[in-house]
């Protein structure tokens, strides 16, 4: 007779991010009527995409970036601790928390995220990172009118932080070594009308690479030199990073469960302990036929990743989720993404570009067969949306009707 595995008695989830925060929402909507505590150091869960936009500018404030109020954790039976886990003792049937108190669970959701990669450079330490709501309260205080900042990674953040900067009045050189940041995320076309709006904005843009961050001269009267690999430098008041994180694997590692460059999972979040769960930025997927995939720093996927994760936590199948989707709002535009866009991953791909006036609106990627892998698109959600439901179903769209902005996206999907 099979044995029916017993229902966790008590759920412990480590890190309330936007992972942790959706596990617990989606076990107990699925019925999980244990006990369900969240380890969040930060406090009340809250969102981190706003920290680098609106929050970042002043426009919402810290309740308004709150995941749920705090009614919503009483109503469902979840308890909020402010404390942080040292060490999974899963042996012992717990999690050690900071002080050596020991926390009782049965299973563990290790919802960590990342910390924000530094720049490995001399003097690199000076460089402002932004992963947290009072990293995002320091670097408000010098975007002043007027202040010289060098941000180094023109990717998502960095992107936003520009935006920000010379929204708030600041003169800002937005350092890369890559002609077209992200190009691979949202393709070509995308990727120069984005990267072209730093300059039209006022960011001045610089292909380059930092080698070093010495200290300002008196002529200057700045804090900083950013010298670069080609020779020349920027002169700044402040330096922000914004090159990626790297997972929170050390309580994973440290109990002897499998990581590589992230926890590794399955589709529904199990690691390589069957009492420890993982979901998120500091989890890394593991498909059926053993590929690693690379790791998401999206929120969508760690939403999903959350969910997939209550699921299996209940030992219960983990839902089928679509293709991987991500957005961005840069100088007063919405970018949104949904598939892949990078011709290297499908050989025999073409793009094709929905444009007016000359100005790329859509990009798509079709694979050799013609059915849709990706698309990208400015200002233009439906359009992302309708290709979305057109990947999930696995259609091959007329590419002439992709191009043609008269078509509605609405009829393209049925
Ligand atoms: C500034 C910014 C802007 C972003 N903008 C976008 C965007 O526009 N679009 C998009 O798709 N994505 C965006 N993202 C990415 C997205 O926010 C992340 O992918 C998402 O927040 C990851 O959620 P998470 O729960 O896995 O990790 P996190 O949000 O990092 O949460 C992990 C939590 O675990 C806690 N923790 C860590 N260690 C411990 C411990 N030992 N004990 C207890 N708790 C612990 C941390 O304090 C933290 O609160 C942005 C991210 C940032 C930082």
């Known amino acids: 007779m099979n044995s029916v595995p017993e229902p966790p008695r008590r759920i412990l989830v480590v890190g309330g991010g936007v992972a942790g925060f959706s596990a617990v929402n989606e ?11 969240v380890l969040s150091p930060e406090g009340l869960p809250y969102d981190r995409p706003p920290l680098s936009k609106g929050y970042l500018l002043g426009t919402e404030d810290a309740d308004k970036i709150r995941l749920a109020p705090e009614a919503w954790y009483a109503e469902r039976g979840v308890e909020v601790l402010p404390e942080r886990a040292v060490a999974l003792r899963p042996a012992e049937g717990g999690v050690e928390l900071d002080g050596g108190r020991l926390l009782a669970a049965d299973r563990v959701l290790l919802a960590v995220g990342g910390a924000p990669r530094s720049l490995r450079i001399p003097g690199g330490e000076a460089a402002l990172t932004l992963r947290s ?13 007027g202040a010289r900042v060098a941000i180094v990674g023109a990717g998502l953040i960095g992107a936003e932080v520009a935006s920000a900067a010379v929204g708030l009045g600041a003169e800002v050189a937005l350092i890369d070594p890559v ?4 190009a691979p995320a949202v393709g070509e076309a995308i990727a120069r009308r984005l990267h072209a709006m730093h300059g039209e904005r006022g960011v001045r843009t610089v292909v380059s690479l930092p080698v070093e961050i010495a200290a300002g001269n008196a002529n200057d009267g700045a804090a900083h030199l950013v010298r670069l690999a080609d020779g020349s430098s920027v002169v700044a008041d402040a330096v922000v990073a914004g090159i990626g994180i790297v997972p929170e694997t050390g309580l994973a590692a440290a109990a002897g469960i499998a990581v590589d460059d992230g926890v590794i999972v399955d589709p529904s979040g199990a690691t390589s302990n069957p009492a420890v769960f993982a979901a998120g930025d500091a989890s890394r997927l593991r498909v059926a036929d053993g590929t690693l995939l690379r790791r ?7 939403v999903r990743s959350g969910q997939a994760a209550a699921a299996g936590l209940l030992g219960e199948p983990a839902p089928a989720f679509g293709a991987p989707w991500l957005w961005s709002d840069r100088h007063g535009v919405h970018v949104e993404a949904v598939g892949t866009l990078d011709p290297r991953q499908a ?14 609106q859509a990009a798509f990627l079709l694979a050799a067969d013609g059915h849709l892998l990706g698309c990208a698109a400015v200002d233009l959600p439906l359009m992302v949306r309708a290709a979305r439901r057109m990947i999930d179903r696995g259609l091959t769209p007329d590419p002439d009707a992709l191009a043609d902005p008269a078509v509605d996206p609405r009829k393209l999907a049925r």
Not at 27 to 37: C, K, S
Not at 179 to 182: A, D, G, Y
Not at 347 to 360: H, K, Q
């Open 27 to 37: 076990l107990r909507t699925r019925g999980y009527e244990g006990a369900l505590t």
């Open 133 to 145: 709501r009072a990293d995002s309260d320091a670097l408000r205080q010098v975007l002043v009118p």
């Open 179 to 182: 002609e077209l940041p992200l």
């Open 296 to 302: 998401a720093e999206h929120w969508e996927a760690a």
């Open 347 to 360: 050989p025999g791909s073409r793009t094709v570009l929905r444009a007016v006036g000359g100005v790329p």
